[in-house]
């Protein structure tokens, strides 16, 4: 085959690539050029390029194997997400404001709960959620910061228009996978990046040292971080030996550590070796047994009050996801008007609050053109998408939404923007959303770009690896291409 | 540097070397019982003996066969198979990805699955043989990878550590099945002139091909391989990789890489001292077998030292 963008057409959606047929966006245009210029022999060779690079790197994920070690095969598509470097400034800022906000408002429900006395959101919203953790009241981390990492994944409307869709503040992941990704492109397309000036991401791994280094108790040149996995059947394990890898920082479990007079403290060959900074990839209730789940085996008996005592630092804090949560969500911009007195920069998808009764009328009556979700689910799980449900499913719904209003948020269904994938015989149109990691410290970061998911599956919104997701590497670029595209 | 992760690359190591060896072992009693006449002086029984796994043998197989003990050594689900080992090797190099080089953990990746699928082959000769080789081979080129391509760190120290302790029993093992069996040796039959002689040459000569031996040894030893020379040298030999006394070198030269080692080194000089103990008494009848199993008790207690110093540091509730 050979691309033909004549013949491209994403019909109502907005493509990011492709204004319409036979016209890349000028950003793009570069890329379409070059891709439109292969032949079927070149084509061929790139994506033997890929698969073999992606094999080599494969090995990597046989991890990924549920303790049944099958190689799983790494679904990435080979053409680059490309957005422009003057649109991905304005994003950053709001990231960043979003993030910054989002701290403030967790700080304040652990400590002053201003929120609540001005009547901002009510504190029944905030107390009842699974994710408070009343044991942190009073607590003051270092900078105030309570989510030091956080993946906040946005979508693009039919407009083109980013907008965010949620903001995960617990253990977010797939920051590896958008390294890979990149290391991939770079060997299969290196004349590519000649041509373009693409914002590098690998720094990424330094940021996150540097930001985790900010956090540090003990003020010494070289603090002692730690990478903390719930071990080697988690899904998410290669990322964890990837990140620690990257940072020279050491990858442990929980049995590697011991608590001993309110400090952490890791087994080592040379005996044991205080440790200052945690970047925790275990859950909230698991991490101590005696301050949460008395019933974790991965978690380090004292760890919460080591914490308490302000003797290490834990990232993120426990208690962040308290803001982490869909109803919570619809505050944000709510909380950035509070907290920082700046209007929000990016948008949120518009949402309806089952708590508030006009609100629940409005989607009771209208449960056929809108996406329910629960609020404190992820990866998709116990949604009803109203216009594919049938009538009996979305009764069910409703009744579920009667019984507990608190746990539900309706939002209309979003036309997610396309990108092209490269199909079996042609370049064809698939929905994407984004992911960026925000770090906060002593400083913040964002990388430029992040994780781009796509919807292998044609015409599908799913774009979870589990259920026919794959990823794409996503380029900012800047300079003379941006012009063109800006002007 | 981890206690758990010192701890798991030692491992992966002597469960890697022993793949390796029990490989060889494979291969050469296939090539020695095709040499020797009398199956009863010298037979696959006596591979059992070496490898000691008496008692989990005799529970699923009746007889000491080509047959059974291939895929008892090779192919079963049992503690001592090859592809448990390489199994075993894997899923300790798994967890201590990151502080090895990438290539070798792909290698040892690599190596299990291949034999995961091929395993089941165990039993046929041909293949077997192949097989045997292919190990012994990647076994090599994973070494070789971590020789050329890791720091010598404290986590090279480990793998220096494992492999030479591995080595060492092993080659002792060796060095007393010989022995055993050259004190048992029938009277010169007058039916059949140098009878014994030959069996003799052979036996010594399969002993040394299961440490891939003989080249060196026959640089280093002019004359007909006999059991008096091979026990010197596979115990004593200051120069050949395999030999015990090279092992116990190897671990005192990496102590010190690693805190606190005084327990481990005096054992390893203690160790050392039982060897020269040995070379006195080498032919002395009897007394070697009670030799080698003074040195094995010693190799025990160096393991023990080595798990109590840097797998399990003190402190703790």
């Known amino acids: 085959m050979q691309i033909d963008w004549q013949s ?20 793009a245009a570069g890329l379409a050029g070059y891709l439109a210029s292969l032949d079927e022999r070149a084509l061929d060779e790139k994506k033997l390029a890929a698969r073999l690079a992606i094999k080599t790197m494969g090995i990597s994920f046989t991890v990924y194997s549920d303790g049944q070690n099958i190689d799983r095969e790494w679904p990435f598509d080979l053409i680059p997400r490309i957005i422009s470097g003057r649109e991905w400034e304005t994003t950053r800022r709001g ?15 652990y400590n002053d709960q201003k929120v609540f006395r001005d009547k ?39 407009h083109g228009r980013f907008m965010v869709l949620e903001d995960n503040l617990r253990v977010p992941s797939g920051v590896s996978y958008m390294l890979e990704n990149r290391r991939v492109t770079k060997r299969v397309f290196p004349e590519l990046f000649e041509n373009h000036e693409i914002l590098p991401v690998t720094e990424y791994s330094q940021e996150l040292f540097d930001m985790l280094a900010s956090l540090s108790p003990r003020k010494q040149a070289h603090p002692e971080i730690v990478v903390l996995t719930p071990g080697i059947y988690n899904s998410a394990y290669f990322e964890h030996s990837f990140l620690a890898q990257r940072m020279g920082a050491e990858l442990v479990e929980g049995s590697d550590l011991l608590v001993e007079n309110d400090c952490v403290y890791m087994r080592t060959i040379g005996g044991l070796a205080r440790v200052d900074v945690i970047y925790r990839r275990i859950d909230d209730l698991f991490l101590d047994p005696v301050a949460f789940n008395a019933e974790s085996v991965l978690g380090v008996p004292g760890l919460f009050g080591a914490w308490v005592k302000g003797n290490v630092s834990l990232a993120n804090a426990p208690g962040a996801g308290v803001a982490d949560d869909k109803i919570v969500y619809t505050y944000v911009p709510d909380f950035i008007k509070y907290y920082l ?31 329910v979700k629960p609020a404190n689910e992820s990866g998709g799980y116990g949604m009803l998408m109203g216009h594919q449900a049938s009538a009996a499913e979305r009764e069910e719904f409703a009744a579920r939404i009667k019984a507990n209003p608190r746990n539900y948020l309706a939002q209309p269904l979003i036309s997610l923007s396309t990108v092209p994938i490269l199909g079996e015989t042609a370049a064809e149109p698939r929905h994407v959303d984004l992911r960026p990691f925000i770090l906060q410290g002593a400083d913040s970061y964002v990388t ?27 380029w900012v670029i800047t300079g003379a291409e941006d012009a063109v595209a800006g002007g | ?22 490989a060889r072992l494979l291969n050469v009693f296939s090539n020695l019982l095709l040499d020797l006449p009398d199956r009863t002086i010298f037979g696959w029984d006596d591979l059992v003996r070496i490898t000691g796994i008496g008692e989990s043998f005799a529970s699923q197989y009746q007889t000491a066969d080509e047959t059974n003990l291939a895929r008892f050594l090779i192919s079963d689900p049992c503690d001592v198979s090859i592809s448990t080992m390489l199994a075993m090797a894997r899923e300790n190099a798994r ?17 299990h699955y291949h034999i995961q699928s091929t395993a089941g082959q165990a039993a046929e000769r041909s293949a077997r043989n192949e097989m045997l080789e292919e190990i012994i081979e990647n076994c090599q080129r994973i070494f070789g990878v971590l020789a050329g391509t890791m720091s010598r760190d404290a986590g090279y120290a480990f793998i220096r550590m494992g492999r030479a302790l591995e080595r060492a029993d092993m080659v002792s093992r060796m060095v007393d099945a010989g022995a055993r069996k050259l004190f048992a040796l029938p009277d010169a039959d007058p039916a059949a002139p140098g009878y014994a002689e030959t069996y003799q040459s052979i036996l010594w000569m399969n002993v040394l091909l299961s440490q891939s031996a003989y080249q060196m040894y026959r640089q280093h030893v002019r004359r007909r391989v006999n059991g008096e020379d091979v026990i010197g040298f596979l115990l004593h030999n200051e120069e050949f990789p395999r030999s015990v006394n090279h092992n116990l070198t190897t671990i005192r030269k990496v102590l010190p890489k690693l805190p606190n ?7 390893v000089a203690r160790a050392r001292r039982e060897l020269e103990k040995s070379r006195a008494a080498e032919l002395a009848e009897h007394a070697l077998p009670q030799q080698v199993d003074d040195l094995q008790i010693r190799f025990a207690a160096i393991h023990d030292a080595i798990a109590r110093t840097w797998f399990l540091p003190k402190g703790g509730k």
């Open chain 1, 8 to 27: 491209y057409n994403s019909g109502a959606f907005h493509d990011e690539m492709i204004a319409g047929p036979g016209m890349p966006r000028p950003i």
């Open chain 1, 448 to 474: 430029p770009g992040g994780l781009t998911r796509v919807a292998l599956v044609k015409g599908s919104y799913v774009v979870n690896s589990s259920q026919g997701g794959g990823s794409k590497d996503t």
């Open chain 2, 95 to 111: 967890t201590v990805r990151e502080v090895m080089p990438t290539e070798a953990f792909e290698g040892i990746n690599e190596l």
């Open chain 2, 1 to 22: 540097m981890l206690s758990r992760v010192a701890e798991r690359i030692y491992w992966q190591t002597r469960y890697l070397e022993r793949a390796e060896n029990t």
């Open chain 1, 341 to 371: 007195d700046e209007d929000p920069i990016l948008p949120n998808v518009p949402s309806y609050r089952c708590c508030n009764d006009a609100e629940r009328s409005h989607v009771l009556a209208n449960l056929d053109r809108l996406v």
């Open chain 2, 261 to 267: 080692h005084g327990e481990v080194a005096s054992l």
């Open chain 1, 120 to 158: 901002i959101i009510d504190p029944a919203l905030i107390l009842d959620s699974v994710n408070f953790r009343p044991q942190c009241r009073g607590i003051e981390p270092l900078h105030r910061v309570w989510a030091h990492i956080c993946g906040t994944d946005l979508i693009r409307d039919e």
């Open chain 1, 95 to 109: 990231l960043e404001q979003r993030v910054r906000a989002l701290n403030c408002f967790i700080h304040d429900v």
